[in-house]
C-alpha cells in the first residue's frame, strides 16, 4: 500500500519569508515517482515537479526547490521568498509505475499555504 | 490551447437524484483520469480511460457511479443514486499516454458535488 503523508494542514507566512512544504511518502515499490501539485484559488491542479526514485537530485526551478531523501522517504519543497501568488493548497502526490501506463496517484491531503503582505 | 474542461462548476442536488459530470480532456489527449477528494480526505483516483476504454476502474467506490467515454472524446461521470457521501470534488485528468514516467497530467477545475 502506498501513503502520502503531509503533516502541515495551514501554514501563514509574511511575504518574502521562505517556506517548506513537508511530504513524507511510504511504497514498497522500487520504482516510484513524487509529484508536487499546486491548487490555486481558480481550483485546478498545476503540475510543478516530477521526481523519479532512481533520481535523488535536489531541483531548483526559480524560487522553487526541491530536496528527496530516499533515506528518510521525504520529499520536501521549500519556496524562496514567498510572494502573495504563491497563496495555494499545495499536493505531494507518489506513483509507482504500474507498467499500464496510468497514472493511479496517490495524494496527499494537502497543505494550504497563506502569504500575507 | 484549451485545458481541461469540467461542467458544471457546482452542482447541489437531493439525495436519491441522479446528477451527470462532463469532461472535456485537451484536444488530442487519448488518456483520460477521475479523480475525487471527498471533504477531510485525500484525492483519490477512480478510473482511467485510453480512448473509449476503461483501462483502469479499480478505484470506482460502487456500482452507482458510472463512467463513459463515447467516442473516445468527452466523458460523462453519473452517480444514480446520489448518496450523501458522494459529496466531494470530482477531478477530471487527460494526458497523453505513457504514464508517469513520461507523461504531464494536466487538471481540469473540478466539479463540486453537493449532496443534501
Known amino acids: 500500500a502506498q501513503k502520502v503523508t503531509q503533516a502541515q494542514t495551514e501554514i501563514s507566512v509574511v511575504e518574502k519569508e521562505d517556506v517548506t512544504l513537508d511530504c513524507v511518502y511510504e511504497?514498497?515499490?522500487?520504482?516510484?515517482?513524487l509529484f508536487w501539485y499546486k491548487q490555486p484559488p481558480s481550483g485546478e491542479l498545476v503540475f510543478l515537479i516530477r521526481?523519479?526514485?532512481?533520481?535523488?537530485q535536489n531541483e531548483i526551478s526559480g524560487r522553487y526547490s526541491w530536496n528527496f531523501q530516499k533515506s528518510t522517504s521525504s520529499f520536501n519543497f521549500t519556496i524562496t521568498a514567498s510572494q502573495v501568488v504563491d497563496s495555494a493548497v499545495y499536493f505531494c502526490?507518489?506513483?509507482?509505475?504500474?507498467?499500464?501506463?496510468?497514472?493511479?496517484?496517490?495524494f496527499g491531503k494537502g497543505t494550504k499555504l497563506s502569504v500575507i503582505p | 490551447e484549451a485545458g481541461v474542461t469540467q461542467f458544471p462548476s457546482h452542482s447541489v442536488i437531493e439525495k436519491g437524484q441522479t446528477v451527470t459530470l462532463r469532461c472535456d480532456p485537451i484536444?488530442?489527449?487519448?488518456?483520460l483520469y477521475w479523480y475525487r477528494r471527498v471533504m477531510g480526505k485525500e484525492i483519490k483516483f477512480l478510473l482511467h480511460?485510453?480512448?473509449?476504454?476503461?483501462?483502469?476502474e479499480s478505484g470506482m467506490p460502487n456500482n452507482r457511479f458510472l463512467a463513459e467515454r463515447t467516442g473516445g472524446t468527452y466523458s460523462t461521470l453519473k452517480v444514480q443514486p446520489a448518496e450523501l457521501e458522494d459529496s466531494g470534488v470530482y477531478f477530471c485528468?487527460?494526458?497523453?499516454?505513457?504514464?508517469?514516467?513520461?507523461?504531464?497530467?494536466?487538471f481540469g477545475s473540478g466539479t463540486q458535488l453537493s449532496v443534501l
Open positions: 480511460f485510453v480512448k473509449e476504454s476503461k483501462q483502469d
Open positions: 521526481r523519479n526514485s532512481f533520481d535523488e
Open positions: 511504497t514498497r515499490d522500487t520504482t516510484y515517482y
Open positions: 485528468a487527460s494526458s497523453t499516454g505513457g504514464g508517469p514516467k513520461n507523461e504531464k497530467l494536466f
Open positions: 484536444s488530442g489527449h487519448d488518456n
Open positions: 502526490a507518489l506513483d509507482a509505475y504500474s507498467g499500464a501506463g496510468s497514472y493511479q496517484l496517490t
